[in-house]
């Protein structure tokens, strides 16, 4: 089947008036931006929704804002958009590297982080990331405005903390001074969905410890952090061994399945090898500073 079921359209004029549409069809509405998520789920009849409710005019969440303490990124904020921050690349170079895998250009100019992280992909690249960086998001629905950590946000695969009536409206990443951050990922081919990926954020101290690390899998049944393997990091210097026994743990703690994308051992090894890449290269990127 490659047809979608048949449903409605409605074209949100403003934040107020897509949460209005929201409320009023029901919990069989849908909103669409990008759609490269939603749309190809109706074809194949996966999604059945009655209502469609376009949001790309809302212009109101297509932003990025540096404050002294966070970044602040709209929901409608494209891949492209991302991609080409210098600022976001600066200050988190493992969005800069995710968004590179993402698709192809013709997917990065019409998808939204918000649509990425909505659609709540066991293999999508940036909640892997926002859960790395500590993210936050900002939902608002009849009821006002209410924030959430990734953990909240984030209830399994293709499910979110997202009522029917509400809209995701923005993405804030705290600014840890010092950071560095990474990500790799192995796809069968250029754009897919990854086998396996990995990314971390590190901060250090001046005598050259870790002060703080965070460690992120996509697509190898990880919820949340390595946390095991991020709590070895602690206090330590970043020396080979150190990242060795990190990578070990979060490769430990991750539960992938066989499938057409390759064998449960394989993907774990992925999982190791891709930590220890992203480790290594977060410590080399982070700068040392008073606690």
Same mark, same amino acid.
């Given at each position: 089947?490659?047809?979608?079921?048949?449903?409605?359209?409605?074209?949100?004029?403003?934040?107020?008036?897509?949460?209005?549409?929201?409320d009023?069809?029901?919990?069989?509405?849908?909103?669409?931006?990008?759609?490269?998520?939603?749309?190809?789920?109706?074809?194949?009849?996966?999604?059945?929704?009655?209502?469609?409710?376009?949001?790309?005019?809302?212009?109101?969440?297509?932003? /990025?804002?540096?404050?002294?303490?966070?970044?602040?990124?709209?929901?409608?904020?494209?891949?492209?958009?991302?991609?080409?921050?210098?600022?976001?690349?600066?200050?988190?170079?493992?969005?800069?590297e995710?968004?590179?895998?993402?698709?192809?250009?013709?997917?990065?100019?019409?998808?939204? /982080?918000?649509?990425s992280?909505?659609?709540?992909?066991?293999?999508?690249?940036?909640?892997?990331?926002?859960?790395?960086?500590?993210?936050?998001?900002?939902?608002?629905?009849p009821?006002?405005?209410?924030?959430?950590?990734?953990?909240?946000?984030?209830r399994?695969?293709?499910?979110?903390?997202?009522?029917?009536?509400?809209?995701?409206?923005?993405?804030s990443?705290?600014?840890?001074p010092?950071?560095?951050?990474?990500?790799?990922?192995v796809?069968?081919?250029?754009?897919?969905?990854?086998?396996?990926?990995?990314?971390?954020?590190?901060?250090?101290?001046?005598?050259?410890?870790i002060?703080?690390?965070?460690?992120?899998?996509?697509?190898v049944?990880?919820d949340g952090?390595?946390?095991?393997?991020?709590?070895?990091?602690?206090?330590?210097?970043?020396?080979?061994?150190v990242?060795?026994?990190a990578?070990?743990?979060?490769?430990?703690?991750?539960?992938?399945?066989?499938?057409?994308?390759?064998?449960?051992?394989y993907?774990?090894?992925?999982?190791?090898?891709?930590?220890?890449?992203?480790?290594?290269?977060?410590?080399?990127?982070?700068?040392p500073?008073?606690?």
């Amino acid at each position: 089947m490659q047809i979608p079921a048949p449903f409605d359209y409605a074209r949100a004029a403003d934040v107020a008036d897509a949460i209005a549409l929201l409320d009023r069809y029901g919990p069989e509405s849908r909103l669409v931006a990008g759609g490269h998520s939603l749309l190809p789920m109706m074809k194949l009849r996966l999604a059945r929704p009655e209502w469609l409710i376009d949001i790309n005019d809302l212009f109101e969440l297509d932003f /990025i804002v540096r404050e002294p303490d966070r970044l602040r990124v709209g929901a409608l904020t494209r891949h492209t958009t991302l991609l080409e921050s210098s600022e976001t690349g600066r200050l988190f170079p493992i969005i800069a590297e995710a968004e590179r895998f993402i698709a192809d250009p013709v997917v990065r100019n019409r998808g939204t /982080i918000g649509g990425s992280l909505c659609q709540a992909d066991p293999a999508e690249d940036l909640s892997t990331v926002c859960t790395v960086l500590r993210a936050e998001v900002l939902l608002r629905g009849p009821g006002g405005e209410r924030r959430l950590s990734m953990d909240e946000f984030h209830r399994g695969a293709y499910e979110t903390a997202v009522a029917p009536n509400e809209v995701l409206c923005e993405v804030s990443f705290p600014i840890v001074p010092g950071q560095g951050s990474s990500y790799e990922k192995v796809e069968r081919r250029v754009g897919d969905w990854a086998i396996t990926a990995a990314g971390a954020a590190v901060a250090l101290l001046p005598d050259g410890t870790i002060s703080a690390a965070s460690i992120g899998l996509t697509a190898v049944g990880l919820d949340g952090t390595a946390t095991a393997a991020e709590e070895v990091l602690l206090g330590e210097t970043p020396t080979p061994a150190v990242i060795d026994e990190a990578a070990r743990l979060a490769a430990a703690a991750c539960n992938p399945v066989a499938d057409t994308r390759g064998p449960i051992d394989y993907k774990r090894h992925l999982a190791e090898e891709l930590t220890r890449r992203v480790l290594t290269r977060s410590c080399d990127r982070a700068v040392p500073q008073e606690r």
